[in-house]
């Protein structure tokens, strides 16, 4: 049973839309991840959280926000959808540093912008 | 800046054979360095990782290099097999738990 799981997996928003992206792990990891994988770029590292009610800036954040309700729950929120955030974003989780540091993706979820 | 740089970006290697995928990071912090498979409209998958307490794991056909004084690690495979064709991806952790990950290289591992 899949522990990482994301909603929606497509979406198609219109430009300058409000875009959320769900994704519940059941692994009971503590930190959570955003990521979005782009031809030429690999994986970038959008936002991240420690835990709940925590999120910190990975390294590509403007344009998105995130929010951590639970220990189960990250989202990612764009305000304001723009075409060059077409893309598959990937959401992670992750056992506390100093454990190992493997993490378990989700399926991913298709953005289109138009 | 792009903190894990993958070279390489296509590979193709003949059924049987070794190859080896290199990686280049630039932060001293980075504690933890893995490679990551992912096939085409999958999520990535770990392949295999190591500390940097330990200069090279092995696991089967897999083994990753660690030069810490180099700042580079490589993954390295054996017996390629039709099934390694693949993206792999190379990453490395430095402190506050970020995962960053390189472009990540095409192997396709030809009959």
């Known amino acids: 049973e899949a522990a990482v799981t994301q909603s929606p997996r497509n979406k198609v928003a219109v430009t300058g839309g409000k875009v959320t992206l769900s994704c519940n792990q059941t692994?009971?990891?503590?930190?959570m991840y955003w990521y979005r994988q782009d031809t030429g770029h690999g994986l970038r590292l959008i936002h991240y959280?420690?835990?709940?009610?925590?999120?910190e800036k990975g390294d590509i954040p403007d344009g998105y926000k995130a929010s951590r309700p639970s220990q189960e729950n990250f989202s990612l929120i764009l305000e304001l959808a723009t075409p060059s955030q077409t893309s598959v974003y990937f959401c992670?989780?992750?056992?506390?540093?100093?454990?190992?540091?493997?993490?378990?993706f989700g399926e991913g979820s298709k953005l289109t912008v138009l | 800046g792009q903190q894990v740089k993958q070279s390489s970006p296509s590979l193709t290697v003949q059924e049987g054979g070794i190859l080896i995928l290199n990686c280049d990071y630039e932060?001293?912090?980075?504690?933890?360095f893995a490679w990551y498979k992912k096939y085409p409209d999958n999520s990535p998958t770990l392949l295999i990782s190591?500390?940097?307490?330990?200069d090279k794991r092995e696991d089967g056909r897999f083994t990753v290099f660690l030069n810490k004084s180099g700042k580079h690690f490589s993954l390295h495979i054996t017996a390629s097999q039709p099934e390694d064709t693949a993206v792999y991806l190379c990453?490395?952790?430095?402190?506050?738990?970020?995962?960053?990950f390189g472009k990540g290289a095409k192997l396709t591992v030809s009959p």
């Open positions: 992670a989780s992750g056992a506390r540093q100093g454990a190992t540091g493997q993490l378990y």
């Open positions: 692994n009971n990891h503590n930190n």
């Open positions: 959280s420690y835990g709940a009610g925590s999120t």
């Open positions: 932060n001293d912090m980075f504690d933890y």
């Open positions: 190591v500390r940097s307490n330990v």
């Open positions: 990453a490395a952790r430095g402190t506050g738990s970020k995962l960053s």
